[in-house]
């Protein structure tokens, strides 16, 4: 089984930026596509932006130009960093690790983005 655990969540200001990190651990096996989705109230889980571990990235729309995701693949390590936050960033971000016909998420953490 693989476990993820998500850290740099908190409250911000519009304008602001925020850096979330994930690290996994377990039976990592690659290849391997790791990534970040959000939530909020009564929507579907969306995805914010996946990695490969050979460095290929997909962005929502939504945050392109202003994110950047990146891994580490010797600590199995990821981290989006979030830049000119906006008030429709705010949800709940959760890791997302997927290989073959296995998925797995950590618990989530808390972007708020409020003046």
């Known amino acids: 089984q693989v476990q993820l655990v998500e850290s740099g969540g908190g409250l911000v200001q519009p304008g602001g930026s925020l850096r979330l990190s994930c690290v996994a651990s377990?039976?990592?096996?690659?290849?391997?596509?790791m990534g970040w989705y959000r939530e909020v109230p009564g929507k579907q889980r969306g995805l914010v932006a996946v990695?490969?571990?050979?460095?290929?990235?997909r962005y929502a729309d939504s945050v392109k130009g202003r994110s950047t995701i990146s891994r580490d693949n010797a600590r199995d390590t990821i981290t989006l960093q979030m830049n000119n936050l906006k008030h429709e960033d705010t949800a709940v971000y959760f890791c997302?690790?997927?290989?073959?016909?296995?998925?797995?998420w950590g618990q989530g953490t808390q972007v708020t983005v409020s003046s």
């Open positions: 997302n690790l997927a290989r073959n016909d296995e998925s797995y």
């Open positions: 377990g039976r990592i096996r690659r290849p391997n596509v």
């Open positions: 990695i490969t571990d050979g460095g290929i990235v």
